[in-house]
Structures are given as structure tokens and as C-alpha cells.
């Protein structure tokens, strides 16, 4: 029936997650609205600038042309989701020692989008970057300090892997694990 | 987007039997690259959206069988791109699964959804006519095999009949050593929808195939026997000469915003030559990319 | 070591890569109404009645805002003239001016119930380009009737500038070679990727607003005389920009928000999709015909400039971007003679507004492509004829203004040297350059205050906005070395009226000179105070005690800031307070309003490659060098620059909106309105600056972050014309257009 709730359950960094939603409603809708996760943003729609990125089980997709409902089951990470406790992911420090992150719009999806792209490819070329955040748009910044960044990161090494989802390498997903606690669950 | 139920049925006989019962208020999802989009703007208003994702008969991933390969609905761009034997034997259809899109949005788009969504500039479309890709539909009254070049008709519309699903896609083993390509033209070097996308495929026996999507309604597939286009030692009049014999239905529209119609047709031959030089040289090094 | 000059994190920095960073859309408020708005899918249109039953019957729909809930006559704004209704009244002026706006308790419900008001309304005819808008019989944008003694107002040209000097009649007879051309400049959209949103909420007996507006005053401003609440009762809050580019320096649906929380007593929010802030904001068009006369030798001896700006239906700031972009369109040179003639021309379209170069990006790309035609005319050296003509530092190359304020010809020596412009390029490339000159802030008007808290530890209130420039950060740079405070220990307050003290503006690439004087004055004020301090502990006279960066000195004694302020301030503490002002006050008789406060400079020197058969441009090499005073954060000045140049390189290579007959925007969105992206880069680029200490601001800075925007085009186009002989005159130079005109050229 249209408009009737739909009960999923799902994983978001590292946190289980059990909500009712609407079947209309993107997960991005549900990641910002329903979860209180903020740091994923809304620019195109369209899954052309990829500000709305996540990974879904370790790959990246665009949250705005994903139902919530199809991440039932799911394992999510968000940008909220990459520090772990009070130390941040070698991506996040890369971002603030080569000054990438501007006017900060862009930066939740491309850091996220980088976490996928050195999960799969530890030592990306320089090509292999462009191409890879290629569905990450900046306006800001020219891009050359995002790259920059990532390639730092990469040449530091310690990646978690496809281990992403559950924390850094080896260290295994209990409880919450979030470093900005999951706001409470909004009401509809 | 406006309010739609949802439903995820496990088995194909569940998921051919909504879409028989609820017609065209359903519509099936699959990666949602294209779908959401068209919700999203207001072009199409499903009552409800079937995610096929949970059939247990669809499968994801790419299968040997006697002659051809089988590649599941469920097999997404990503996995084409990285799939040893498409990089190796169909590599116009790596090559063009590489450039749908992002990569955000390749770890979604299905194969089997690129195809249904038959946009004349569906990049995939090409590639899959050159290599004489079948289409495996399944609906009510059973399955069946449909050539891919009668699978389009054209843009949004498919020779698939109501309640039908596509469960796979056949591609045929070569059966002769053969290079291939895929090129296009678009707006910038980061991704994009194409102007013109082409593959080319030249067979050792001097058979060449065409197919080039984004002039006209639907792609099409042409076909050289004569030998002229594969033949390394052709001049370029002859090559342009036979090519231009060969695309007269291109029919580029005169209302795309991403082209003019005259620039499409200069570059479908600027195209068609550089493709073809690359085929014959992949073919020359053993039929796979140097 | 000092702070300011190296490159400590980014002061927000570690909000923005962990999602903290909250930006007005992430803001919640209790019981918000979702705002949805209500246009028409056409260019123009006489409204008629508007029928809201089945809106107002979904569940959820607490309000459809239309002209009949607002106040008559209609309230109207705008920083130029008063001209932009709050809601459309009579006509739709644009494709995308709202006619009504629905607030509900949800999202879908705004949405389905705005898909359910029912406007009548008759389609009128439009224009959208300047041969349409400037025809005879042209349908008029503005009704005559709302300025009466302007002689163009039959017309839809809003105002004509003139500038001149010299005797360019008797200077057309001298010239030796004459070189002229007609250049075209699309219409682009700043595309921020964050979407304008606002919020509006019932405060007490005054209202808030939240928007991520450059200039949070003026803002405030406008909504108190809109409300006809006094400044005090209006609190704007103003969250850090996730880009604006200049688009979000203006009121655009703050009225109509702060109108609906009145009415529903609620708090109420707008975020735009994408699509609608490509209907909020652009720069404006233009046609440019460039007229030079030179001596053989390649001096300058004239130069006539007509430029056209195609603007949108309501002023914005656009006139403004015009007069101010057409007075500096000689370019940074020496030249007797000048004729410049520049009209708003109004349209049917997206309101125009600021967008980095303000104006010079269009009227640049005439100006130095025409120097670079002229330049193979006369056989010239492009770089030769830039330094030839290059007015020299002091020089009052603009009468009547601000003289040079910088060595520009290092900038451009420079940028020939990271290049190797004096050798040959590599076979199959064309090498290019070009120069972009801007002029700073004619007027300003910047206060701040610093507070030096007993632990030594600092809080700074600025009203600039930190729209990804990296504002904060230079600011707590500045405060961390006049008072001594390591940079962590520094606090920065913005964007909150209530809270901040008066800024003008964030625009014009001020606020490193304005509100870093500022604060520095702040800083100079409460060093004062430490010193009649210390002067009193010690029982010396002031005049023997210097206090200077972080540090009290007494004779051959140097005491730490913090010694003397917590023995100073004694067992009831306290803090010290400092208030810092920057002014420049307008020159009336001036023909911007005053003088210019610096310049930018920037030279840009481009390596391409074009495929022939294609029309396709390639850049193996991309050197951009500004002159900026001092760069008080290498890196942020760095990641400014080559933003600036990845931008132009969008205008230049793919940007522009493409309208249908009817005067509605085809490509609204990001699939078909395409900006660079990480795969179109050039393959090397190289930035650097030129550091002389010449600036007005703290320790010699200029303004900058628009500079190198803005010789982007001509430089590509100038590689472009050595690689194939052929000049393109229209932007963008896509591949179908370069294609084009080799075939031409080749007949």
C-alpha cells in the first residue's frame, strides 16, 4: 500500500540500527532526516556530484538514488563514521595537512568516496584518483589538494580495507563506535 | 519523489506476478541509477516499485556456458569492468562499462537495467550489438531469447512484453580471434552522457562490426563483409568511403542540447576511423588490448 | 615564529571532514514547516487566479503563502532597486519566479500540496538574449512607470556607464594599427555545491533568520525594513557557506520566509534542489566589441569598448557588476586615450547577481583576447606587448583613482618563467597568456572586537562570512601573533547578528584587508591597554614599555602577554576588550563611489593542445601567478587560486545555460549543465604568488581569490590561436565550437 512504513534494519557505522521508514524515501533522506546524520549532504540529486555518498557494504554508491528501504540488511558508513573515537581516519588528517577541504561541502562525500577507492586500489596513480573521485564535484578547490591528500594517505599506507565498515583494520565493529554519537531517532 | 509502495519478492514467479497483476502502475528497480531519476522528475509515477534484487533466480555475476557467457541481471557495471575474461575477450563492453558513469555510479547500474532503459546513447548498447548479445527475457508464459538488435526499438521502449523481465544476457564466444574498441565523444573528459558512443569489432576472417548509439532513435549495428574496412593496408578514402556507405541511418535529433546533428555526423566518422585503427591493431596483437 | 605567513589547520577544519560542519540545511528546529515553492514552467506570464483548495486539503498544509497574504502594495527589495517582489505580482518575470509557497509539517506533504496549486495564467512574450531585449519593439522587463525621469525607460536598458579620458579622437589619428573585435560571454551559474536554503522563526517580538548570506548585516537590514522592525528585533544567523562565489551575497527568499514565519507563528525552511538555485543566481552575459589602437611598436594609444550586459529581470547587484567591471576595462595599462560605454540590459531570465570578478571576467575576455590578436597583427610577443603597456607600480593609470599598486610586470615575469615562455614549446602545442586586473573594494566599513581572556586565551567576533576562503583561520592567525596565544587557543566568532558587531559585506575579496585591519586594530587597542597595564605594575612610564607580538617589553625585560595580564587584572580577573574598525568612506563625486581599496593581479599562461579532428582542447600545462601583498595562509591562498582557475577553466571550456525559444532553461541540474570535474584537470599546474608587502591590510596583503579567475578564457583561447591560428570569439569553446571554426578557417 503507498505511504505504509516500512520497518528495515540496518548497520550504520558500525551501529545497529532498527527504523521505520517510508518507501519513497531515498537513504539519503533517511540517513539525514530519520537518523539525525547530517554530515552526508544534499546538492544534484541526480548521482551526478556525489555529496550524497556512503558506502553500502564497503562499496560506493550515491545515497540519492537509493531507496532506504533497499539497505535493509545493509551495512552503512557515513562520513560520521570514519574517525574512530577521537582519532581520525588517515583520509581525514590527509584532508586537513593538504588544506583540501574549503568551503567543506564536498569533502563527507569525497572522503568517503577516497575510503572506497583505496579499500580496492591501496596504491592508486594519480589517474586512477581523478578517476576514482570523478563523481565527487568541488567547486571550491581545483581539486589538486583533494588528490594531493589521498595520495598521502595512500603513501602512509594502514588502509582498513574492506574492513571499512567495520572499523580500522582489525579491530572489530561492537557497539557504537561512532565519533559523533547518532543523534536520537527523529520523529516522522 | 511522490509516495510508492514497495515490494521485494523473493522468486521470480512473486516477481513476475505483481508486475503481470499491478501492470503499468509497477515498475521494476533494479540499481535505481535511472529509475530514481525519472521518479524524481515526474516523468513516469509508479504506484508501486519492484526491487528485483531479492530474486533468488536473477542472478549477479558472469557465468561460463558452452558457447557464450552468461551475465545475471543482477551484474552490475563494476563487476563487468573488473571481470578478467570481458577485459579480455569483449573488451569494448569493459571499456564502455567503465565510462557509464561514476564509479558511485557503476557499483549500481545494472547491465540488464542499462539496456531496459534503452537510451539511444546507452553506452553499454554498442558493444553488446557488435559482439551479437542475446537478451534471455522471462515472463509468464515462459522464457525466451531475443537478439539484441531486435531488442530495441526505441528510446525508452524494448521489444520486452508486458510482465517480461530481463533474468540475463548471452554473449556469444568469438569465434574467431578478434579486436575490439569502444569510443565516444562527450562534453568534458570527467563523465558524461555521450554525443556519440561507438564499438567496433574486426574478425581475423575480415568481417568488421559498427554499432554506435546517440544518432538516432536506438542504436544501431552495421556490418562490413567486404573486407575493405578490415584490411590494413586500405587507403583512408576507401575506409571513409565504405563507412559512409555504412552509417546513412545515422538520424542524429536536432533538438539534443549536447550536440548539433552535423557535429555528430563528423564525429561518428572521426570515430569510426580511430575505432577501427585500434581493432585491427588489437586484433593484430592478439586480439586484446596492447 | 610567526603564525600569519605559514599554514597551521584550517580552523573548521576538522568540522568539515567529519560531517560536523553544519551548514543551514543540517540545522533543526523544533516544529519546522517545510517551505515548497510554486512556479511556472514558462518565461513569462500574466498571473491570474490562483486556486489553493486542494493544497490546503493535504494533511499536513499549514499555509499557502500568495501576493494576497502579503501586505499591499506588494513589498519590494533589492540592493540596487527596490524591484524584487517578495512573491511574483501581476507576472512572472522568469522561468522560475515563485508565485505562491506552500509550508507544511513534512517535506512530501509542501511538495505534493505546491504540485497541487492551480495558477491560471497566459504566457506573454519574453527575451532572453541582448539582440532581442535591445529590438524596437521589444517587450519591456520593467514597467516604465517605476522610473520616471530616466530617458531609457521605454527601454530595457537599466543604465548606461560611461568612462573616458584623453582625447581618443585625436589619438585615433595616431594610432598606426587599429585592431578591433566582437566578443560574447555566456550565461553561467555559480553552482555552489551546497544549494541556497534559509530559515525563518518568530524570536520573542522580532524574528531569525538563517541564511548562509555573505552579508549577514545587510541581510539584517532588509528584513527590518521589510517587517518594519527595528535592527535590534532582527537576528540574523549566518552559518558558514558551502561555497557562494557571490551568489549568496543577496537577499533572495529570506523576505518570503520571515513573511510565512510571521503568519504561521512557526518556524519555517527552504532548501533549494539544485535546479531552483540555478533559477536563484548567475552571472550576467555579455557582448563586448573592443576597439584598440596601437603604434607599430605596440604601444598603447587608444582604446573604445562597448559592452552590453545581458542581466536578469530584477537589478540584483547586476548594474553594479557592470559599472564596476566596465571601469577597469583598459586592463592594467598605460593608455591615453579610453572610451568605455557599458549598459544593464534587463531580460526575461535569472536574475543576475555577483560572481567572483564581479563583472571582469566578460569584459576581460574581449579586452585580452584583443591584445593577443593584436599582438600577431602587430608580430609582436604577447608577453612583449603585456610589458610594454604594463601601467608601472605608482602609476596613476586610472585617473582620478588608485594608482598601481603592485609590480605587475613581476607577476607576468614570473609566470613566463614557470612556463619557459622564451622557449619554444614542445611540437603540437600552442602557448598563450593573459593578464586580469580587478579592482579591491571602493568603500568598507569593517568592525570587530577581541577578547583577551585572562588565561590568555582569545575569542574574536568578525561578521565576514567564511565561505571556504578560510576567513576564520587567517583571523585567529592575526590575534594568535599580536596577542600571543598559540593559534588553538583562539576562538572566532561569526555570523550572528546579535552577537558580532557590524560588517558590511563579504564580497570584493575585502576581508583580509578590511576585517583583518580590523582585528589587528582590535589587537593594537587592547595592546594599549596592556601597556598603561604594565606601565602600572612597574611603576614605569608608557613611553618606556613597547608591547608587541605577544610580548610586554620593559628595557632589556620581555615579559609573555599573560603575565602581565593575569598580575594586571588582579583578583577580580576580567578580560581586556578591543574594538577594531576598518573604514573607507565613499567619495561621492567618484564615479564607483570611491577609490579603489587595491587591486588584484593576476597573469596566467596556458600550454594547449587540440585535437583537429575533434575540436577537443587539452591542457598539459596550466601556470597561474597573482600578486597578493602577502599571503597570510600559503595554503588556503594556494587551494583559492587554483580553485579559481579550475572555475574559469568551466566558463571557458563547457559552462553555460542553454535556453529554449520560449525562454526556459533546458539544462537545469548537473547532468546537462556540466562543471569541471577531477578528470578534466590540466596535467600540470603550477600557482605561485608575488609577495611584496604592498598591500593596504595586516602586514602588507592584498585581497585575492578572484584574480586568477579572471584571465582563465583569454590565456586558453590565446594557446588555442597559437596552436591553430584561429580566434574564437564566444565562450564556452567546446569541442563542437572549435571544431566549427577549423572547418571554417579550412573552408
Known amino acids: 500500500m503507498t505511504g505504509e512504513l516500512r520497518r528495515i534494519d540496518m548497520t550504520v557505522n558500525g551501529r545497529a540500527r532498527a527504523i521505520d521508514v517510508l518507501p519513497h524515501h531515498t537513504l539519503l533522506e533517511v540517513l539525514r532526516d530519520d537518523l539525525g546524520l547530517t554530515g552526508t549532504k544534499e546538492c544534484c540529486l541526480v548521482g551526478e556530484c556525489g555529496a550524497c555518498t556512503v558506502l553500502v557494504d564497503d562499496v560506493s554508491v550515491d545515497s540519492c538514488l537509493m531507496l532506504g528501504v533497499e539497505a535493509d540488511g545493509a551495512s552503512i558508513t557515513t562520513v560520521e563514521g570514519l574517525a574512530f573515537g577521537e582519532r581520525l581516519h588517515p583520509l581525514q588528517q590527509a584532508f586537513l595537512d593538504t588544506g583540501a577541504a574549503q568551503c567543506g561541502f564536498c569533502i563527507p562525500g569525497q572522503l568517503v568516496s577516497a575510503a572506497a577507492l583505496l579499500a580496492e586500489t591501496p596504491h592508486p596513480t594519480r589517474a586512477e584518483i581523478e578517476e576514482g573521485l570523478a563523481g565527487n564535484l568541488c567547486r571550491c578547490g581545483g581539486y589538486e589538494q583533494i588528490i594531493e591528500a589521498v595520495a598521502a594517505a595512500a603513501a602512509a599506507g594502514d588502509h582498513p580495507g574492506r574492513a571499512a565498515s567495520t572499523g580500522h583494520a582489525g579491530v572489530p565493529a561492537v557497539g557504537d563506535r561512532a565519533s559523533t554519537p547518532d543523534a536520537e531517532l527523529a520523529p516522522q | ?290 | 615564529m610567526t603564525v600569519v605567513g605559514s599554514s597551521p589547520a584550517r580552523v573548521g577544519g576538522v568540522e568539515r571532514v567529519t560531517g560536523g560542519q553544519a551548514y543551514v540545511a543540517d540545522i533543526r528546529l523544533e516544529d519546522t514547516l517545510h517551505i515548497k515553492l510554486v512556479t511556472l514552467d514558462v518565461a513569462r506570464a500574466r498571473i491570474g487566479a490562483i486556486d489553493t483548495r486542494a493544497a490546503c486539503d493535504v494533511p499536513g498544509v499549514r499555509l499557502v503563502m500568495t501576493t494576497a497574504d502579503l501586505p499591499q502594495p506588494m513589498p519590494r527589495f533589492g540592493p540596487q532597486r527596490r524591484d524584487r517582489p517578495v512573491l511574483a505580482v501581476d507576472e512572472t518575470k522568469y522561468h522560475g519566479d515563485p508565485v505562491a509557497a506552500v509550508a507544511a509539517d513534512s517535506r512530501d506533504a509542501a511538495e505534493e500540496a505546491a504540485r497541487l496549486v492551480r495558477v491560471e495564467f497566459e504566457e506573454l512574450p519574453a527575451v532572453h538574449t541582448l539582440a532581442a531585449a535591445l529590438a524596437q519593439d521589444a517587450p519591456l522587463v520593467q514597467d516604465p512607470a517605476l522610473r520616471p525621469k530616466d530617458p531609457q525607460a521605454e527601454t530595457n536598458v537599466l543604465h548606461e556607464h560611461r568612462h573616458s579620458w584623453g582625447d581618443s579622437d585625436a589619438a585615433e589619428r595616431e594610432a598606426e594599427v587599429v585592431v578591433e573585435g566582437t566578443y560574447t560571454f555566456p550565461m553561467v551559474t555559480q553552482f555552489a555545491i551546497e544549494p541556497h536554503a534559509f530559515m525563518a522563526a518568530p524570536d520573542g517580538d522580532g524574528i531569525a533568520v538563517w541564511s548562509a548570506i555573505q552579508h549577514p548585516n545587510w541581510l539584517q537590514r532588509v528584513i527590518a525594513d521589510l517587517l518594519q522592525l527595528p535592527l535590534a528585533k532582527v537576528r540574523v544567523h549566518a552559518p558558514d557557506p558551502g561555497g557562494a562565489f557571490g551568489g549568496k551575497q543577496h537577499a533572495k527568499y529570506e523576505p518570503l520566509l520571515a513573511f510565512m514565519a510571521l503568519a504561521t507563528g512557526r518556524p519555517v525552511k527552504l532548501v533549494l534542489s539544485l535546479e531552483e538555485t540555478f533559477q536563484a543566481v548567475r552571472r550576467g552575459a555579455a557582448g563586448v566589441h573592443v576597439r584598440t589602437g596601437f603604434r607599430r611598436d605596440g604601444t598603447l594609444v587608444f582604446r573604445d569598448l562597448e559592452a552590453d550586459y545581458l542581466i536578469g529581470a530584477y537589478a540584483d547587484i547586476a548594474d553594479r557588476t557592470v559599472a564596476k567591471g566596465s571601469y577597469t576595462s583598459m586592463g592594467p595599462y598605460r593608455c591615453p586615450a579610453v572610451r568605455i560605454v557599458a549598459r544593464s540590459v534587463l531580460s526575461h531570465t535569472v536574475p543576475s547577481t555577483a560572481f567572483r570578478g564581479f563583472g571582469n571576467p566578460q569584459q576581460i575576455w574581449a579586452v585580452e583576447s584583443n591584445m593577443d590578436e593584436a599582438a600577431r597583427t602587430l608580430d609582436i610577443d604577447p608577453l612583449e606587448l603585456r610589458l610594454r603597456n604594463l601601467a608601472r607600480k605608482g602609476e596613476a593609470f586610472i585617473p582620478g583613482d588608485t594608482p598601481a599598486d603592485g609590480d605587475w610586470a613581476q607577476a607576468v615575469e614570473r609566470a613566463a618563467e614557470l612556463i619557459g615562455w622564451r622557449t619554444p614549446p614542445p611540437a603540437g602545442r600552442g602557448r598563450g597568456l593573459a593578464v586580469g586586473l580587478k579592482s579591491g573594494p571602493t568603500t568598507g566599513l569593517s568592525y570587530s572586537t577581541v577578547r583577551l581572556l585572562v588565561d590568555g586565551s582569545v575569542i574574536v567576533s568578525a561578521g565576514t562570512s567564511d565561505m571556504g576562503q578560510g576567513a576564520r583561520t587567517i583571523f585567529a592567525q592575526i590575534a594568535a601573533d599580536e596577542l600571543g596565544a598559540p593559534i588553538e587557543w583562539v576562538t572566532v566568532v561569526m555570523g550572528d547578528t546579535a552577537v558580532v558587531p557590524y560588517d558590511q559585506q563579504t564580497s570584493a575579496s575585502r576581508s583580509s584587508v578590511f576585517m583583518g585591519n580590523s582585528i589587528l586594530s582590535a589587537c593594537r587597542d587592547i595592546q594599549a591597554k596592556l601597556r598603561a597595564m604594565a606601565a602600572r605594575l612597574e611603576s614605569v612610564d608608557e613611553e618606556d614599555i613597547l608591547v608587541t607580538r605577544g610580548e610586554v617589553r620593559i628595557d632589556e625585560r620581555v615579559l609573555p602577554i599573560r603575565d602581565v595580564l593575569s598580575r594586571g587584572l588582579g583578583r577580580l580577573g576580567g578580560e581586556l576588550i578591543g574594538v577594531g574598525e576598518m573604514r573607507k568612506d565613499a567619495e561621492p563625486d567618484h564615479p564607483l563611489g570611491g577609490t579603489a581599496a587595491f587591486y588584484e593581479f593576476n597573469c596566467t599562461a596556458v600550454e594547449v593542445e587540440v585535437d583537429r579532428e575533434t575540436g577537443d582542447i587539452s591542457i598539459p600545462w596550466y601556470v597561474t601567478v597573482s600578486d597578493v601583498g602577502k599571503a597570510l595562509n600559503p595554503l588556503q591562498v594556494r587551494g583559492q587560486d587554483e580553485g579559481a582557475a579550475v572555475m574559469g577553466l568551466g566558463h571557458t571550456l563547457m559552462e553555460h545555460y542553454i535556453y529554449d525559444d520560449a525562454g526556459r532553461i533546458r539544462n537545469l541540474g548537473a547532468i546537462d549543465y556540466r562543471i569541471p570535474t577531477s578528470m578534466d584537470l590540466p596535467l600540470r599546474m603550477d600557482s605561485d604568488i608575488i609577495e611584496n608587502a604592498d598591500g593596504p591590510g595586516p602586514y602588507g596583503s592584498k585581497g585575492m581569490s578572484e584574480g586568477a579567475l579572471l584571465p582563465v578564457a583569454p590565456a586558453v583561447a590565446s594557446a588555442v590561436r597559437d596552436a591553430t591560428g584561429l580566434s574564437i570569439r564566444n565562450l564556452p569553446l567546446t569541442p563542437e565550437r572549435v571544431w566549427r571554426a577549423l572547418r571554417d578557417a579550412s573552408g
Do not use: W
Open chain 2, 1 to 290: 519523489m511522490h509516495a510508492f509502495a514497495y515490494e521485494r519478492p523473493r522468486n521470480l514467479a512473486d516477481a513476475l506476478g505483481l508486475l503481470t497483476d499491478l501492470g503499468t502502475e509497477a515498475r521494476p528497480l533494479a540499481g535505481g541509477t535511472d529509475l530514481i531519476i525519472r521518479i524524481r522528475d515526474g516523468s513516469i509515477r509508479p504506484r508501486t516499485v519492484v526491487d528485483i534484487k531479492g530474486v533468488a533466480e536473477l542472478e549477479r555475476g558472469i557465468r561460463e556456458d558452452d558457447d557464450h557467457l552468461t551475465i545475471g541481471a543482477r551484474t552490475v557495471m563494476t563487476d563487468l569492468l573488473r571481470d578478467e575474461r570481458i577485459r579480455r575477450d569483449y573488451a569494448a563492453l569493459a571499456e564502455a562499462a567503465a565510462v557509464v558513469g561514476s564509479a558511485q555510479i557503476r557499483n549500481r547500474a545494472t547491465l540488464a537495467g542499462n539496456i531496459c532503459n534503452a537510451s539511444p546513447a546507452a553506452d553499454t548498447a554498442p558493444a553488446l550489438l557488435a559482439y551479437g548479445a542475446r537478451v534471455v527475457a522471462v515472463g509468464p508464459s515462459g522464457s525466451r531469447v531475443i537478439p539484441l538488435d531486435a531488442f530495441f526499438v526505441r528510446s525508452g521502449v524494448t521489444t520486452l512484453a508486458a510482465g517480461e523481465l530481463v533474468s540475463a544476457i548471452e554473449l556469444p564466444h568469438p569465434s574467431t580471434p578478434r579486436g575490439s574498441v569502444h569510443v565516444r565523444r562527450t562534453r568534458r573528459r570527467g563523465h558524461d552522457l555521450a554525443s556519440v558512443t561507438l564499438a567496433c569489432t574486426v574478425d581475423a576472417d575480415g568481417t568488421t562490426r559498427i554499432a554506435y548509439g546517440s544518432l538516432g532513435p536506438r542504436p544501431l549495428l552495421v556490418v562490413d563483409e567486404t573486407g575493405v574496412l578490415a584490411d590494413p593496408a586500405a587507403t583512408d578514402d576507401a575506409r571513409e568511403a565504405r563507412l559512409a556507405a555504412l552509417f546513412t541511418d545515422a538520424t542524429p535529433s536536432p533538438r539534443s542540447m549536447r550536440a548539433s546533428p552535423e557535429y555528430r555526423l563528423a564525429m561518428l566518422r572521426v570515430l569510426g576511423l580511430r575505432a577501427l585503427r585500434t581493432a585491427v591493431e588489437r586484433l593484430g596483437t592478439g586480439g586484446r588490448p596492447s
